[in-house]
């Protein structure tokens, strides 16, 4: 189960109850949000991204109130191929993006997405998004705003955070 935190008016925070899924943690909190009429900018971050600066925060947030969503990526450094095992081609590395977060929204445009879209069909909110209104805004990630998956990721953090 996951945790959703929301800012409240008077500078605390709220702990909603999350799902068995990250979307269902979005949707329990964009539920919560829209109860209390919540308008503006809604920014949905992994807590396994402990290095995103304030910087990209803000720039996300910028960008979503002026397009209605923005998500960091960062291209890949090493060569891609695409395809089954048995037959891949190699694709051009700038035409590919990673994903990181936050993912940031328009709030009503993300609770009506999440209303219309099967959300077990998606692995990030950008997709839930994207399948309602046809586009989504990129906007360049950070190399260090890394996702800890695996237990090596540990000592790239440690790294980060020692220089």
Do not use: W
């Not at 500078?11 to 919560?32: F, W």
């Not at 095992?85 to 997405?113: G, N, W």
């Not at 309602?132 to 950070?142: A, Q, T």
Request: aromatic share 6%.
């Amino acid at each position: 189960m996951e945790i959703a935190v929301q800012e409240i008016p008077n500078g605390n925070y709220m702990v909603i109850e999350g799902g068995d899924t990250r979307s269902r943690s979005v949707q329990n909190a964009l539920k919560v949000l829209k109860g209390q009429n919540s308008k503006g900018v809604v920014a949905i971050h992994d807590g396994v991204r402990p290095l995103v600066s304030k910087d990209l925060i803000n720039k996300a947030i910028s960008v979503a109130k002026s397009s209605g969503s923005a998500i960091p990526v960062v291209n890949p450094v090493e060569t891609v191929r695409i395809g089954p095992m048995d037959k891949t081609s190699i694709h051009d590395r700038d035409e590919v993006f990673l994903v990181q977060t936050p993912q940031c929204f328009d709030l009503e445009k993300l609770y009506r997405a999440f209303e219309n879209q099967s959300v077990e069909d998606f692995t990030d909110d950008a997709g839930i998004y994207e399948a309602e209104y046809s586009e989504i805004k990129l906007l360049e990630g950070e190399p260090d705003n890394i996702k800890i998956t695996y237990p090596r990721d540990l000592k790239v953090l440690e790294v980060l955070l020692d220089s």
